[in-house]
């Protein structure tokens, strides 16, 4: 019997002929032995027609970009009225899709704006939750959750995030617009230099920036090329409220321009003055732990950035896809290791040198967005529970073909502008030549 069993196991393994098995069961016949049946049962039960490892992983990728894509249509879809932003938490996913380079792609989960409740996220380096609030173009009236915020208020928009660092920060931070998404095979054409300058002539008496517009063509192929950066310390939040682990936490949708002591430290740049607060914001920052609860607000840069219409304030209003093209923009917060902008010979904020605790991506819906996004993201929806908390009674989206080169929302609010202002708009303030490299947009390390 036992002998038997050996050879049935052998003539298994050594023929399993998988393109041309056909039936996953096996016929009994009689005279069979127990242990025939056994074996030549187990191996034709799990004979398949194999797919190659790569052809699976191909057609793992692409379903993957199918479904991100349905789940930004769906975003898209939802939105009420007209002009809104759609904004996403960037986190690198442990369990995230491999590709042949062994590499992961992030996770962009949907953060819905104006919720009445704060949002949770959390990656390696930080955990808490970040609210979205903005004053809608259509107008503000009382069936806004923020009608008592906004209707006192000259703010188009406002973010607030609260929560804890997992990792003490190691040096200064910087809070700012990143171009971590972006096509930088092409050189800054001279119109796109006065327009920024001019742009950061604005700002430059109230924040301390550190701008760059990325390593550019053959210098972009580089291994850790620098990427477009417009960022500045901590400076740039207009309110810091500092609460120690024994204080309670300040309800973050609530109104928090005079927050009760018993919350802890506030900081205002509007009530003590830019000097006075950098002072204060620099102790801050060289105390930043892992025990406290921070609170961080932002709305100082709304007058001059208008995230609705995706557009530049500056006397005239500039639109931002002149400079980000059909990309959408980042805004991070990273540290880099301590001393660097004291002591090191290289003052480029090179990606192997940060350490992010958050990354917010986010672009409006009056733009198309670049199909290559999906390649490089896993979209996903918000959390349960958490909605856009404003009564869509009909809306204007529609939707091209994600095939024909761009990923489009509202087509109505173009049309209607006049004929010189939709042919200004197709003048590109960055070149489309390239320099001659075709790179590609790549996925974001993990």
Known sequence: MWETAARSTRQCCVNRGDENAESSVVPYHPGSGFWDILWSSSCQ???????????????????????????VRRHIAGLPGKEHLLAYSIVPDPNGYGTSSGSRLPRANFLPCNTTAAIPIENDNFVGKVLLLYRPTEGLDRGHPYYDHFRSR???????????FKKAPRGRLYVG????????????????ILAMNTAITLVKYTYRIYFSWGARCKEALQPDAELGHAVSDLTVFDQIIITPASRPIPPICSDLDEPSDVYGL????????LAEYSRMVQEVESSLNTQDTYTFRLWGPAPFLDVLNWQLKMGARVSLDHFMQDFPIHVCMYDLPDGHDQT?????????????????????????IAPAIFQRYVF?????????QLSRQFSNNSFHSLNSGSFMSVESTASRRPFWRRWLDRLRWIPKSTCNFNSLPQPLPA
């Not at 699976?56 to 379903?63: H, I, N, P």
């Not at 171009?179 to 001279?190: C, K």
């Not at 506030?266 to 003055?273: A, E, N, Q």
């Not at 090191?344 to 198309?368: A, C, I, Q, T």
């Open 344 to 368: 090191s010979d290289d003052p480029r904020h090179l990606e192997s040198k940060k350490r992010y605790y958050f990354d917010f991506m986010g672009w409006s819906n009056v733009v198309s």
């Open 380 to 388: 996903q929806n918000a959390p349960d529970g958490f909605v856009m």
């Open 266 to 273: 506030s900081l205002m740049r509007r009530d003590v003055g």
């Open 45 to 71: 039960r799990t004979s398949r027609p194999r797919v190659p490892a790569a052809a699976v992983e191909e057609l793992s990728r692409d379903g993957q970009i199918a479904q991100s894509q349905s789940v």
């Open 154 to 164: 000259k703010r188009g928009w406002e973010l607030r995030l609260q929560g804890k």
């Open 177 to 192: 617009a990143v171009l971590r998404d972006f096509n930088y095979d092409q050189p800054v054409a001279s119109t796109s």
